[in-house]
């Protein structure tokens, strides 16, 4: 078998374990020196390849790779370009085949969500359709839970992690101040149509009266008098109220509560504001003293507090994508298979890429309560073991350790630049 180059590349929304999904690619490639020969990875994602950016991973010492596991962000950078079909934009196709054959690869490996397992797939079909001999593996990542056939996703347990964290600790600070303060905290997480982020906060309340009192999900059409009624309640029973609300958030005709006009480049709708929005609310109707807090980019970066079994799995969707490619597999994304949720079993399965391309899981709705501000036990059940165990990163100096990568380019073979 000829020996040939690998290209991986992560692209969107970046997560606190997208680099152990690299280290695991990395890392098993390097097992086997007699069928692939370097790695590539993309500077910033899929543009690198259309652009012959080319960092060489092999350049990098085993040491540094290794430091990858416990390394947030993107380390070889990310982007949200996403190809046309072939049909409208058979020039980036051709452009990226030109590269990998002046490159000589003959493995993919794209690291992101549905919409890049959507580039994956169409990728295998261009090469096919130009007779060009590449294999490719989605490997999947999305702090939003919301690929399908997955049991869940790597970059999600680690964020779950964070908010139920950040839920239970937030709201032992407006308790003890409820008397005579702030009564209404508010936390906006992320979670455009998929609402397992909100969710996670919900682990924060093991008993009766605990917060979070009320989480909004994507899954259910926010009532603003419902709301408004349940967060007077709350604080009249229990001094103060907590809110998770999922900036997906949105009313019965599909509004969200937070939307702000513009699109980014996957030309989804730009979210983020729905936490103000809803103390605006409280403050008009209700009076209450209130705070709220946007979790943002902190959530899907928080290595220090990373799941065990997030850090695990992501790594062992890398590995398990090279492996699949040496056993001549194509156009398919590793996936999460749960064989038992207590004590906790999982193995590595294989879904098509063709079938998981844009698509979204959202919550089932027997893991939200019947009032639709809580989760279920069966919900519980299903997010517990992904939040569990520590996979603390070293520390130097009070601070955490971060791999630091050359992130050497290779020569430009092509004698033709390329636009996006």
Request: charged share 25%.
């Amino acid at each position: 078998m000829a020996i040939k180059n690998a290209f991986y590349a992560q692209s969107g929304g970046v997560t606190a374990v997208i680099n152990a999904s690299a280290a695991g690619v990395i890392q098993t490639a390097r097992k086997y020196p007699d069928q692939i020969g370097k790695v590539y990875a993309g500077r910033n994602g899929i543009i690198g390849a259309l652009k012959e950016e080319l960092i060489d991973t092999s350049l990098e010492s085993d040491e540094s790779i290794e430091a990858l596991i416990h390394t947030p962000g993107g380390a070889f950078g990310s982007c949200r370009h996403k190809l046309k079909n072939i049909s409208e934009n058979a020039r980036e196709y051709e452009r990226l085949i030109e590269v990998f054959r002046a490159h000589d690869i003959g493995y993919f490996f794209y690291n992101g969500g549905g919409d890049s397992q959507d580039t994956a797939y169409k990728v295998s079909q261009m090469a096919e359709r130009m007779g060009y001999p590449i294999t490719c593996i989605g490997v999947p990542k999305t702090v939003d839970n919301d690929l399908p056939f997955t049991d869940c996703c790597p970059g999600f347990g680690s964020v779950g992690k964070y908010i139920a964290t950040s839920t239970l600790e937030a709201s032992l600070d407006i308790k003890s101040m409820c008397d005579t303060s702030t009564k209404v905290f508010i936390l906006e997480v992320m979670g455009r149509h998929a609402g397992w982020i909100a969710a996670a906060g919900g682990l924060a309340g093991e008993q009766e009266g605990d917060a979070p009192h009320i989480i909004l999900f994507p899954e259910v059409p926010f009532n603003r008098e419902k709301f408004l009624e349940r967060v007077d309640e709350s604080v009249k029973n229990h001094g103060y109220c907590v809110v998770v609300a999922s900036e997906g958030a949105q009313y019965e005709d599909g509004r969200f509560l937070a939307e702000s006009g513009a699109k980014d480049a996957f030309g989804h709708t730009q979210l983020g504001g729905v936490a103000p929005a809803l103390a605006n609310m409280v403050k008009q109707a209700l009076g209450h003293k209130y705070h709220w807090a946007v979790a943002d980019y902190l959530q899907r970066s928080a290595r220090h507090l990373a799941s065990a079994t997030d850090v695990e799995q992501a790594y062992a969707v890398g590995q398990a994508a090279v492996e699949m490619a040496l056993a001549g597999k194509q156009a398919l994304m590793p996936v999460i298979v749960r064989e038992q949720s207590s004590p906790y079993r999982w193995r590595i399965g294989e879904a098509n890429l063709s079938e998981v391309a844009n698509q979204e899981k959202k919550m089932p709705i027997h893991f939200i309560t019947d009032d639709g501000y809580g989760i279920t036990k069966d919900c519980r059940e299903y997010l517990q073991p992904l939040i569990s165990g520590e996979s603390f990163p070293p520390f130097d100096n009070g601070l955490p350790r971060v791999a630091r990568l050359k992130n050497q380019l290779t020569e430009k073979k092509l004698k033709t630049e390329f636009s996006l």
